[in-house]
């Protein structure tokens, strides 16, 4: 998996991860704000109710002084009566800040106050008039005023109680427009948990389970190539075998019938044409054997430059009567470890394709480079050996079929050339590659893992 994927699923891991710890936050947050609206809504019942039983109770308690004192114009009772009504005074200023959240309750505070203060009004002005000994029948009158008062203070405490109540509306309704803010924020968070569960699910399906399915498919295909390939070269290596030891006693009769005949005659020159198609089903024969069973590479540490600069000097001079250059670039030294016959085997049926694609005329170039490739054990430093030439290229319906064993493009080829330098380079732990430009040319390279010096 490359770095790319791994930083996107991880990032739509953190964000999906992200996202469950918010919805989390939200759902705790909610039952946080759910349970303080409770205690909220606890409180100001009771406070409701409170308010209405205390302003009760203690205007019922000042009527009841105010009437003793009219009965018996005691002076303690009047003190009393002043005592109680101061305390009933600042009680209704405590209860002010609980009192002052609405506009209804606002209101209702101050029609209680400002009845409240006729009321001790009408109470000192009775309590004058008392003093000045008023008849018993203004006394009744005033009785009956106060008991009117009282009883309108009354219905305003309760009036004050229920405006305190209605407050909890206000309440609800905040606390319902904090939980649909909430419950929507959730629903956008799980939308969006979800979006982001389907995009992951499409980037492992896209960059995980398709290219895993892909190599499926060409892991199948490749191992039934190979088992194709296996059975075709047990068969080759049995019919090559079979061949052999024919051709080899063939080639020792022609080889004594040759003597026999006279330099020059027809007989000898069709006893030179026999030698040759022998020598060339000896190739054939031999490149069957190599294909169906092939040697295992004795590696020993090399310089790269070696089997490039033998490799020039052996087929230098023949390539030279086509005007074709054989050229060898110098490099770093860099250090492989191969078999170096192996390794030749290969540069020199490199070479000879690049020739064969040149006809004439033309340059090969051999060099060595370093660079950093991935080869089956990851990525590495390698050492590429590389065979360009200045030909025709490789036709794009050719280069599909490039490596397959017995395809050819050559009237004599066996077409397994390329396939045994590949396993060849394979069994080295290497690769072979190539780029091609039609009639631009064509460079194929050996990649080896590099070896330290």
């Known amino acids: 998996m490359n770095l790319s994927v791994n930083f996107r699923l991880a990032a739509l891991g953190m964000a999906a991860g992200l996202m469950g710890l918010l919805i989390v936050a939200s759902i705790v947050l909610s039952q946080r704000q759910a349970e303080q609206l409770r205690l909220q809504l606890n409180t100001v019942d009771s406070e409701s109710f409170g308010i209405a039983e205390h302003f009760k109770d203690s205007l019922r308690a000042i009527n009841n002084i105010r009437f003793r004192y009219t009965a018996d114009h ?5 003190r009393q009566f002043l005592n109680s009504s101061r305390k009933l005074d600042d009680w209704l200023e405590q209860q002010a800040p609980k009192l002052l959240t609405t506009a209804h309750e606002k209101d209702e505070l101050r029609q209680v106050k400002a009845a409240y203060e006729d009321y001790l009004a009408d109470a000192e002005q009775m309590h004058s008039r ?3 000994k008023v008849a018993p029948s203004e006394a009744l009158a005033e009785l009956s005023g106060a008991r009117g008062q009282s009883q ?3 219905d305003l405490g309760q009036e004050l109680a229920a405006a ?3 407050s909890r509306n206000q309440l609800l309704a905040s606390a319902n427009s904090t939980l649909t803010q909430l419950r929507h924020l959730v629903l956008v968070l799980l939308a969006s948990l979800f979006v982001l569960g389907v995009a992951l699910a499409v980037l492992v399906y896209r960059d995980m389970v398709v290219p895993l399915q892909v190599k499926l498919v060409e892991s199948q295909s490749l191992a039934e190539h190979h088992e194709k390939l296996a059975s075709l070269g047990m068969l080759a290596a049995g019919v ?3 061949i052999r030891n024919p051709l080899t006693a063939i ?3 022609v080889f004594i019938q040759q003597k026999k005949f006279a330099p020059g005659s027809a007989d000898a020159a069709d006893a030179e044409l ?3 198609e022998i020598l060339r089903l000896e190739r054939i024969v031999t490149e069957f054997l190599q294909f169906a069973r092939p040697a295992e590479p004795v590696l020993a540490n090399l310089p790269a430059q070696l089997p490039l600069r033998e490799v020039q000097r052996f087929l230098a001079p023949e390539l030279a009567k086509k005007n074709i250059r054989l050229l060898l670039e110098d490099s770093n030294s860099l250090t492989v470890k191969v078999d170096g016959e192996q390794m030749k085997q290969v540069l020199i049926n490199l070479v000879q394709n690049a020739a064969d694609s040149i006809g004439h005329d033309g340059a090969i170039t051999l060099r060595c480079r370093p660079g950093r490739k991935s080869l089956t054990n990851g990525e590495t430093d390698v050492v590429i050996l590389e065979v360009a030439d200045t030909g025709r290229g490789i036709a794009p319906e050719v280069e599909k079929r490039l ?3 017995f395809f050819t493009t050559k009237p004599e080829g066996t077409g397994l050339g390329l396939s045994i330098a590949a396993c060849i380079i394979q069994k080295h732990g290497g690769a072979l590659q190539y780029q091609t430009q039609v009639n631009r040319g064509t460079t194929f390279g050996i990649i080896l893992p590099r070896s330290a010096t």
């Open 74 to 78: 005691d002076p303690a009772a009047w």
């Open 130 to 132: 008392d003093q000045a």
């Open 152 to 154: 309108h203070l009354f």
């Open 164 to 166: 305190h109540y209605e």
């Open 240 to 242: 090559a075998h079979e």
């Open 251 to 253: 080639k020792a009769a």
């Open 274 to 276: 026999v030698g040759r």
């Open 403 to 405: 490596f397959d064993p």
